[in-house]
């Protein structure tokens, strides 16, 4: 069974500090990790992938198998960073994709 | 190029009543989704296709059924709509080969009164 835990639901910060949106997952083989986000009322959209090790719009995740985390950062949060993210998790060959159950985030001004 | 096609966008239903979602993609994309949106909840995948005349249940298929009618098309059907079943649905494709992606569609608001 592959699962994907985002522990936090809401996370707040002040614009400029750094952000950190946790994601965990489960997963007996080697796992292909997302990370998604939805502005309000928009579609979802990819953010990034681990396997492509980019930063998009100045965010990072990385890949910790000891761990089973995909941990999102980002140094200095910005006003349009507020949005939901979602973790995602595709386990191998299987093609069902499960995703967490999200983190709103909000940066303040 | 539109990407996912979802249909319609907006609909309110009453109890019992059925109804079919549509869903389509021009990205020639072999696997397909459906899943529904709850606050708190998170994405829940209903049914996914991972090629054509495959389908496969999910997390959560009671209530639902669905169609993969080509390459293109997957629709979600209910077919008696209950008030737990008022949720935001999104259908979804996934590229093929490694370094996948998966598109959204825009979403369906469902209401069952």
């Known amino acids: 069974a592959q699962r994907v835990t985002q522990p936090e639901k809401l996370l707040s910060v002040f614009k400029g500090a750094p952000v950190e949106l946790k994601c965990n997952y489960s997963?007996?083989?080697?796992?292909?990790l997302f990370w998604y986000v939805q502005y309000s009322r928009q579609r979802l959209q990819l953010l990034l992938r681990h396997i492509s090790r980019e930063s998009i719009k100045g965010f990072t995740a990385d890949l910790n198998k000891g761990e089973t985390s995909f941990h999102l950062k980002k140094p200095f949060a910005q006003e349009e960073d507020s949005a939901m993210y979602y973790c995602?998790?595709?386990?191998?060959?299987?093609?069902?994709?499960?995703f967490g159950k999200g983190t709103l985030l909000t940066v303040n001004p | 190029n539109a990407g996912v096609t979802q249909t319609p966008k907006f609909q309110v239903l009453k109890t019992g009543q059925s109804m079919t979602l549509q869903c389509a993609q021009d990205m020639n994309h072999n696997s397909m989704y459906w899943y529904r949106q709850d606050p708190g909840m998170g994405l829940r995948l209903i049914y996914y296709?991972?090629?054509?005349?495959?389908?496969d249940k999910g997390e959560v298929p009671n209530g639902y059924n669905v169609s993969r009618l080509n390459k293109r098309e997957f629709s979600l059907r209910l077919e008696s709509a209950a008030p737990s079943q008022t949720s935001v649905y999104f259908c979804a494709s996934l590229t093929d080969g490694a370094g996948n992606t998966i598109y959204f569609g825009e979403g369906s608001w469902l209401t069952v009164v």
């Open positions: 997963y007996s083989g080697s796992p292909e």
């Open positions: 296709s991972a090629s054509e005349g495959t389908t």
């Open positions: 995602a998790l595709r386990g191998g060959s299987n093609y069902k994709l499960t």
